[in-house]
């Protein structure tokens, strides 16, 4: 199909397009004339990858990139390719903490991680950013939160352990039916990672005004 | 103290704190004399609030100036205030997903939040963010992920009602030790939400390389 049809059938305007094209976030279309090309299913599924993943998962052009890049590059699914889309995470600001505080805060991190057992690259932005949150905690006076670290990591761990199975299954051509891989198994991660994660954090909002309705619904009657 | 100290205590440089004054995020001090005023305290723990929310939790300027008028009109803690730190949801950009699929996706959100028996009050973001996430993942043709929404849930619920008890908590005098209420306790309870919130995503972002390097090495071995 032509730029013009690709662009209505995705709902996304040229330029956008022209402009992913440029950023080496879709792929060149066949050449059929000088300054024409053609584009395929692929290139629509391609464009909606990466409008879910800016839109909806809130990530950059370069993350989007990076993660896209990872997918491209994997032939299964792995732990690497997850810690790809990790990389959202990495752009939050340094709070302003002082300096012992903060190294304070890494070492507890430190301590936990290993305390649970869990094996971390130490590359994993999530490191820094739990530091800066424990700092940050502690700095405002509320300890009390930070106390009940395990009780955030029990829950996040249990989220995880069903997050895992559902990627790998859907990296799994046995799983698909007619026992063919998708297509786009590698693509179809990424996206469960980015999407669950959102799934995840609007679920949260909604539990948590549920749960202090209930609550307070309660204790006032 | 002047409003140089109050920038060497906080970390923050003076045309950021005069920034804060103009945008009403901070009360003004009190007048020493024209173009010279006083501050305590209070606006030094006010200060490193706003750069909590600011950088770690993410929050805009206008939502931070929203959390904090919610923290400030509140005198007990109530599902309202915890709603007020919902906005920063809100700020998402919408897919190019089809009409007739985000009315699908907003009437099973409907149907989802009925049948968990969640209170929400429409006006919560997250209900149309939900909605943006499902009809992207059926888009994308990731209907599998969607079929595990109550998986989320149940774990977005358990951690809801934990964070619920211990923002309650937070702001209960009887659970202060000496029985008075802290003087900032609807700010902390604004603090431990949008913190616990960045804890969790944290958290979340180790715990899923932890289980995936865990079920990786087992089996590859």
Redesign the interface.
């Known amino acids: 199909m032509r730029m013009k049809e690709l662009a209505r059938r995705?709902?996304?305007p040229v330029p956008t397009i022209k402009y992913y094209l440029r950023e080496s976030l879709l792929a060149s279309g066949t050449a059929t004339a000088p300054n024409q090309a053609s584009y395929d299913e692929h290139h629509l599924?391609r464009l909606?990858?990466i409008?879910?993943l800016?839109?909806?998962g809130?990530l950059s052009i370069t993350d989007t990139r990076d993660v896209l890049r990872a997918a491209d590059d994997a032939d299964e699914?792995?732990?690497d390719l997850?810690?790809a889309t990790?990389s959202a995470?990495g752009t939050?600001?340094?709070?302003?903490?002082?300096e012992d505080r903060r190294a304070a805060a890494a070492k507890e991190v430190d301590e936990f991680?290993t305390r649970?057992?869990?094996?971390?690259?130490p590359g994993?932005?999530?490191?820094d950013?739990?530091a800066?949150?424990?700092a940050?905690?502690r700095?405002?006076?509320?300890d009390?939160?930070c106390e009940?670290?395990d009780?955030?990591?029990d829950?996040?761990?249990?989220?995880?352990?069903?997050?895992?199975r559902?990627l790998?299954?859907?990296a799994d051509p046995d799983e698909q039916g007619d026992g063919q891989p998708?297509p786009d198994a590698m693509e179809?991660v990424v996206?469960?990672?980015i999407?669950?994660?959102?799934?995840?954090?609007?679920?949260?909002?909604?539990?948590?005004?549920?749960?202090?309705?209930?609550?307070?619904?309660q204790s006032s009657s």
Chains 1, 2 share one sequence.
């Open positions: 995705s709902g996304i599924r909606r990858l409008r879910a800016i839109d909806v809130g699914f792995h732990p997850l810690g990790h995470l939050a600001r340094r709070p302003p903490v002082s991680v649970r057992g869990w094996q971390i690259h994993n932005p999530a490191l950013r739990l800066d949150v424990i940050t905690l700095t405002l006076d509320l009390r939160v009940t670290l009780a955030y990591a829950a996040a761990t249990e989220l995880a352990e069903h997050e895992v559902l790998a299954r859907l998708r179809a996206a469960g990672s999407l669950g994660k959102a799934l995840l954090y609007a679920l949260h909002a909604l539990a948590r005004e549920a749960v202090a309705t209930r609550t307070f619904d």
